[in-house]
């Protein structure tokens, strides 16, 4: 606007100056106003928005979710604590991931769960025999492999084809069905796909909902009666101005449908609530002219992996642009100590003096996320505004942090094998 980035209504470099870099900066209103687009765009249907916590668990962001109305799709039991001391309630959590552990399974079916989305039939008797011990009944769904490959911008991304580790294929689902209906402690409540991520068309939706609709229709004929279609998230975002997934559109072309099937809608929207709305915030340490031209910053591949983990593209810019600089194709790398350690590659920048500020876009989700303590660094700050009112939502890590569960041991009350809910 006037040469200085602003983030809500507060100037990016007041932010850096205040809680330090990097620094991870998310615009609250940003992410409501997309949790109302969504629930505009479902709102012909009986729905749940299960936001999927794994792309950015913030309990500040959580509470405001859940203030929303919105529940939860989880991986973990870590995200289950998170959801739920953030107060989503469980009858509105989904739960999803190929290697449930005992405990987390004692831990979601004591806390009530909406359902698990089963992946294996290992799985499913392993809920069930579970479920028998407490005397409770598991509510699922399978998560069915359509073997619909979706175009993703990276292989990893990919999850609804028959190479991938998820779900159950297709020609399987109904026989886990049959399965369970002929155990007490076991309740089929739905049916559950999801076929990948950053998708911009809605045509492979479109085509994994009829696989899945025709597999309602079959159980139905054979007295297993389902509520609810779980449609997954993977609603992609724009991260280079190229397209987005219009959500409006693909909701017009599932809602009658499910509808018309009787069943009720769940979506499990991450990216595309909170990946717009962060920007992550790192200042210049040095400029190294060797060859390339290096731009290198305080923040990494341990604070954002998704540069060298998927090939992800997030735009660079200056903070400050109000004094003019010479563009040159840059690496913007960071200070750990591996060649995959870079920001952004053979990028056109305005090539930056050591101490300015610049911000990587559209961090909300999987940034903080999936950060890590690799080569000891500490994971970063993170703040939340909301218009010109600023709080930290996490405080940086110290260096008693990192040691922290390694030392004075003895008797420390945890049982060896870990923390038991
Ligand atoms: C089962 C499931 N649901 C929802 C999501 C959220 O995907 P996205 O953040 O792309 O919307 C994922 C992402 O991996 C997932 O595995």
Not at 68 to 76: E, K, Q
Not at 119 to 137: C, N, T
Not at 209 to 237: N, Q
Request: charged fraction near 25%; aromatic fraction near 6%.
């Amino acid at each position: 606007m006037d040469g200085e980035l602003r983030c809500g209504g507060v100037r990016a470099a007041d932010l850096a100056e205040r809680f330090g870099t990097p620094l991870y900066v998310y615009d609250i209103r940003r992410i409501e106003d997309r949790i109302q687009a969504f629930q505009k765009a479902f709102a012909g249907i009986d729905h749940l928005l299960a936001y999927s916590v794994k792309a950015n668990g913030n309990l500040s962001i959580l509470r405001r979710l859940a203030a929303l109305g919105c529940g939860a799709d989880i991986t973990s039991a870590g995200e289950l604590y998170r959801a739920r001391k953030a107060g989503i309630p469980a009858e509105h959590i989904v739960f999803a991931g190929v290697g449930k552990t005992e405990p987390e399974m004692v831990y979601a079916l004591r806390e009530g769960i909406y359902a698990f989305n089963v992946e294996s039939a290992g799985e499913l008797e392993r809920l069930d025999a579970v479920a028998s011990r407490l005397g409770l009944r598991a509510r699922f769904a399978v998560r069915v492999n359509p073997d619909v490959l979706s175009p993703t911008p990276h292989e990893y991304t990919a999850t609804g084809h028959a190479a991938t580790k998820f779900g159950v294929p297709l020609e399987d689902a109904a026989e886990l069905y049959r399965w369970a209906a002929r155990r007490r402690n076991l309740e089929a409540r739905g049916v559950d796909v999801h076929i990948g991520s950053q998708i911009v068309d809605p045509e492979p939706y479109l085509t994994a909902l009829e696989a899945v609709l025709r597999l309602v229709s079959v159980l139905r004929t054979e007295g297993v009666p389902l509520s609810y279609l779980d449609l997954g998230g993977g609603y992609g975002i724009s991260y280079d101005a190229g397209p987005e997934l219009n959500v409006e559109a693909l909701a017009q072309a599932v809602v009658p449908r499910v509808r018309e099937a009787g069943l009720s809608l769940v979506v499990e929207p991450g990216r595309s609530v909170v990946g717009d709305a962060g920007i992550l915030l790192t200042r210049v340490e040095y400029v190294k002219r060797a060859g390339k031209t290096f731009v290198i910053v305080d923040g990494g591949m341990s604070d954002l992996i998704r540069p060298s983990h998927y090939g992800g593209y997030h735009a660079v810019e200056r903070v400050d642009t109000r004094i003019p600089r010479r563009t040159e194709a840059v690496d913007v790398v960071g200070p750990l100590c591996e060649t995959g350690d870079f920001l952004a590659r053979d990028r056109p920048l305005d090539v930056p003096e050591a101490g300015e500020l610049l911000a990587v876009r559209t961090v909300g989700a999987y940034g903080f996320s999936m950060a890590s303590n690799y080569n000891a660094r500490r994971r970063p700050a993170e703040c939340m505004v909301d218009g010109d009112r600023v709080t930290l939502v996490r405080r940086r890590e110290t260096l008693d942090d990192l040691v922290r569960g390694e030392e004075n041991l003895d008797g420390a009350g945890v049982s060896e094998a870990g923390e038991d809910r």
